[in-house]
């Protein structure tokens, strides 16, 4: 027999402190996005990890495909212009 | 803590010359250049299987492991050491939580992992197997079981599955808590009268053998090994750790003014390392198999929570999907 299918599972993110980005740092099974933020706050911030939750549905993110990471991140790779250190600047030329 | 699972590959994993050879080429190239491997990338069946089975136990242990401490909380002496025991028994249900989280990545529900645990079909470490009888036992699953378990999961930080990685590195930011707490416990009771020196010296006895077997069955009896070193899901035999585990256990049972209770352990100066006992792998094999002091009192416990927990989650459903219909309307 099959067993009874789990809650939803929900991705959680974390602000670590003001001015940082929430960071992905697990997920939970829960009934709702309340329930969700109970158990964030009860699995992942026993220590003061956090000033600031948010939880997602999993099956509402949209992820990259790995088999495509070529096509969407390799062609960044030949264009080193982007970057500042392409340019030799003279050495008198100061605070550029 | 808790990774007997590293001993054993899947029961019938697809041998590595089954897979594609080209992915597999790649597969092994990212591991020998230290690169993590996430959860919607290219890996072998054996890998995948030897994952979930490994982080599985892993947690299971976690969730099991909660109940032998979970048995003296009410009968802490002081309401400080009661706290201390309730924190660290929260953590260990966290980590049971963050390593479920991580086998999930590899296509395995939690039902079908929680069953796994309730039918017997999966296994977790032997050592919750194993009664807590006096308050010092406390102390010393503290001190020496989640010491053992420290050092096998320093190097699980850096396996080649990130998830599984991810988890760990939480796991053992927490572990040390556990282990300085149980040591404290240790000292009072050592340092207390002769009634708690003697519980002490008690737990020690009775935690040491149980605590080397947690490393698994020695190198010459663990074939396995050489592909989960070679794929990087372990990073270090299960004598190494042991041995690393006896040199770091010894001067703290010294300082403790307990006798490690190896009639045969001693210094071995030109090896500059400790060289215990014969362990007994018989009482190994046999707590393994189910023939444990415990085994029935902990899997019915599970089992019993499961089923009455069993309203509350179909309750919480459908508390949801009610209060979601009446949003949608």
């Known amino acids: 027999m099959q067993p009874k299918p789990d809650w939803p599972l929900y991705e959680i993110f974390v602000r670590a402190r003001g001015g940082l980005d929430h960071k992905h740092v697990g997920s939970v099974h829960a009934a709702d996005a309340s329930m969700a933020m109970e158990h964030a706050r009860d699995v992942y911030t026993r220590r003061q990890e956090g000033v600031s939750v948010w939880v997602v549905r999993s099956t509402d993110i949209v992820a990259s495909d790995p088999d495509e990471a070529d096509a969407l991140f390799e062609p960044a790779r030949d264009k080193i212009y982007r970057h500042p250190t392409f340019y030799d600047i003279p050495k008198e030329v100061e605070t550029l | ?329």
């Open chain 2, 1 to 329: 803590m808790y990774t007997q699972g590293l001993n054993e590959l899947a029961a019938r994993p697809l041998a590595a010359g089954q897979e594609n050879p080209e992915l597999l080429r790649r597969f092994e190239a990212r591991i020998d250049a230290e690169e993590k491997i996430e959860p919607k990338d290219w890996m072998p069946e054996a890998y995948r299987q030897t994952l979930i089975r490994q982080i599985s136990q892993h947690a299971h242990s976690e969730i099991v492991g909660m109940l032998p401490e979970g048995n003296w909380i009410t009968r802490a002496p002081s309401l400080l050491r009661k706290s201390i025991l309730i924190a660290k028994v929260q953590d260990e249900g966290g980590h049971g939580a963050y390593l479920y989280s991580a086998a999930e990545t590899l296509g395995i529900s939690r039902a079908e992992l929680v069953d796994q645990l309730l039918s017997g079909a999966a296994k977790y470490s032997s050592i919750f197997n194993y009664p807590t009888l006096t308050w010092a036992d406390v102390g010393a699953i503290g001190w020496l079981v989640d010491g053992a378990a420290i050092m096998n999961q320093i190097p699980l930080c850096r396996c080649s599955y990130g998830p599984y990685s991810r988890a760990m590195i939480r796991v053992c930011k927490e572990e040390s808590f556990h282990q300085r707490q149980g040591y404290d416990l240790m000292l009072k009771l050592a340092r207390g009268s002769a009634a708690q020196r003697a519980i002490a010296q008690d737990a020690l006895n009775r935690w040491w053998w149980p605590s080397l077997m947690m490393f698994g069955p020695p190198d010459t009896a663990s074939p396995h090994t050489a592909l989960s070193v070679r794929w990087k899901i372990k990073r270090f035999t299960n004598d190494e750790l042991r041995q690393k585990f006896v040199d770091f256990t010894v001067p703290q049972a010294r300082f403790l003014g307990l006798e490690i209770p190896d009639p045969a352990l001693r210094w071995d100066a030109e090896r500059g390392q400790h060289v215990h006992g014969e362990i007994d792998w018989s009482e190994f094999q046999d707590v393994v198999r189910g023939n444990g002091p415990c085994n029935q009192d902990r899997l019915q416990a599970r089992r019993d929570a499961h089923e009455s927990g069993r309203w509350v989650r179909e309750a919480a459903l459908a508390h949801a999907a009610k209060h979601a219909r009446a949003a949608a309307a």
